[in-house]
C-alpha cells in the first residue's frame, strides 16, 4: 500500500479533479504489476496497472492481489468502472487504502468486488489514504473546498511592520509558498490586503498551474448573486463547488483569516510562518483556535514553518 501511495503522488497535478490513485499487483511476493491515474480522462490506475503485467505473468493474475489507495470505481464515467475490469481478470483478493466518498461510488465498487466473489480487505493505511486525497474528500462529503489558512508573522505575533506591508518570508519559503499553490485550486486575500499589497498570487517560483485569484469585497463580489447583507462565506463555498474548485488558500488579511477561525470554523488546516524578526507593532496575526493541533514543525531559513489540523480535542489523548 505504501507503494499505491508513492505512485499516486505522481498525478497530483495532472489527476484532477480526480483523486490521486495508485494501484500495484502482487503474485507470489513479486510485484508483477503497478499502475496510477496520470490525467484526469484517461485510464485509472488499476487498468495501467493491468496493462503493465508482462505476457509472461498473466497466468499469474488468478493467484494475485491487487493493491489500491482507493476504491475502485463501479460506474461508467469517461471511462468503464474499474471493479468490472478486476473482476474480468480475476485476481484472487483486493486490498483497499479507503473507501471512496464520490457519490457514484461510496461502497459500491468493494461491494460488486465481494458479490463477485473476491476477497477484500479496506482500510490499510487507511489515514495515510485519506490524506493523500483530503480535498477531494472534503469536496465531496462536505461539499466545499479543502480550506488552508496561510499567515507569516514576526516573532512578535504581527503580520505587518506597524500596519505596513513587510516581508518575513526568506526566498526559500517564499519558493514553498508558490509550491502550495499550484497545488491548490484557488486563493482568496481580503479587500484591504488587495489594495496594500496588490499581491499577484501566482506561482512564479515553481512549476505549475496559477490558482483562481479571488478577493473578499463587497464592492467587488466574487460572483453577481453574492450578497453581504448575509454571512457571505457560505455563499463562497457554495460557488466555489459549483465551480469544481477543491481546495482554497486563504492567504488574509487578518479580519480575513478571522472570519474564516470563526465558531462557524470554515478552516481544515492552517499553515503559519514565523519570521525571527519583530517589529513591536501592527496588525495583530490570528490567535489559533484551541481545536488546532500542530501536526508538523520544519525550520528553514531561520523561519519556522507550523502546521495545524483540526481535531477533536475531547477525542484527543493528553
Known sequence: MRRCLQLARNGRQNAKPNPMVGAVIVSGGRIIGEGYH???GEGHAEVNAFASVS???EALLGEATMYVSLEPCSHYGRTPPCADLIIRKGVKRVVVGCVDPFAKVKGRGIRKLR?????VTVGVLEAE???LNKRFITFNERRRPYVILKWCMTADGYIDDNFRPVTLSTPFTQMLCHKLRAENDAILVGRVTDERDRPRLNVRLWSGPDPLRLTLDRNRPFCPEADFSRPVIPQLFEWLYAKGVQSLIVEGGAKT???????DGWWDEIRRETSPARTEGGTRAPRLPE??????????DGNTIEVF?????KNTAD
Not at 483569516?257 to 465558531?263: A, K, T, Y
Not at 493541533?293 to 525550520?299: G, I
Not at 489540523?309 to 480535542?313: E, I, L, Q, S, Y
Open 291 to 300: 481545536c488546532a493541533v500542530r501536526v508538523s514543525r520544519r525550520e528553514y
Open 257 to 263: 483569516l478571522n472570519s474564516f477561525l470563526g465558531n
Open 309 to 313: 489540523k483540526k481535531t477533536d480535542r
Open 38 to 40: 496520470a490525467r484526469c
Open 115 to 119: 458479490d463477485a466473489g473476491i476477497d
Open 129 to 131: 489514504c485519506l490524506e
Open 55 to 57: 505476457k509472461a505473468d
